[in-house]
């Protein structure tokens, strides 16, 4: 059983990034000790272990006489973290191409169907919520441990910003063209195809975002 400590900074923890990926913690933002510790009816001491913790994550960073503070993904962030988690997922994809059964493939097809009818009615939460579930399945059929690991820890960064790659022009029908790839390579046991479609749907992401970017850049300049 473990103790009553590490269950309650445990779950400081877990409340502390559903702020963070919702934007109630804003990118850049000062986290407000005094101020949570009397929204969670909490004292300090689980807050600054929970805040420990995702410091270890990334999520956040702790300034010296400043305090803490959300972090904030860069452009130089993005391009270093999406090129290592293509390769990764792409494995992921490789495998669970060789491990799948025919059971894996029904669950698999349920969840792109679910992807087609969000794409369609261009609810973008919900084409998220079902495009996450999907890589986190293919994830678990990969059944590689370390993986999965290294996958989580860069997934938690790349939540402060990978929803609003879905918002540059075109690039809901795309996703779900490239997720479609994925899934056919995966039904069809093709590996490298696997591979190489999951590479390819992780790097568009990156230029979808790098295309936002621009456009921001842009609107704030004319």
């Known amino acids: 059983m473990r103790p009553i400590y590490n269950s309650l900074h445990d779950d400081v923890a877990n409340q502390l990034r559903e702020r963070i990926f919702s934007a109630q913690l804003a990118p850049g933002s000062f986290i407000d000790e005094v101020q ?14 929970a805040l420990k913790v995702l410091a270890a994550e990334g999520l956040v960073r702790h300034e010296p006489r400043r305090g803490s503070f959300v972090s904030q993904v860069t452009e130089q962030d993005l391009d270093e973290i999406f090129p290592v988690i293509a390769l990764l997922e792409g494995r992921c994809a490789n495998e669970a191409a060789t491990h799948a059964s025919d059971g894996d493939i ?11 009818a969000h794409a369609s009615s261009k609810d973008i939460q919900g084409y998220y919520d079902a495009n996450y579930a999907i890589h ?7 059944n590689n441990k370390w993986l999965a690991l290294v996958i989580a820890d860069l997934r938690k960064i790349l939540k402060l910003a990978r929803m ?38 992780l790097l568009r992401q990156r230029e979808a975002l790098r295309e936002l970017s621009r456009n921001q850049k842009s609107r704030l300049l004319a």
């Open 36 to 49: 949570l510790c009397a929204d969670m009816a909490i004292s300090r001491t689980p807050l600054r272990e």
């Open 106 to 116: 029904a669950a698999l097809e349920t969840m792109h169907q679910r992807l087609q």
């Open 164 to 201: 609003q790659q879905l918002h540059a022009p075109g690039r809901l029908d795309q996703s779900l063209s490239e997720h479609l790839a994925v899934f056919a390579a995966i039904k069809a046991r093709d590996g490298d195809s696997a591979d190489a479609a999951m590479r390819t749907h």
């Open 136 to 142: 986190e399945a293919i994830i678990t059929l990969a």
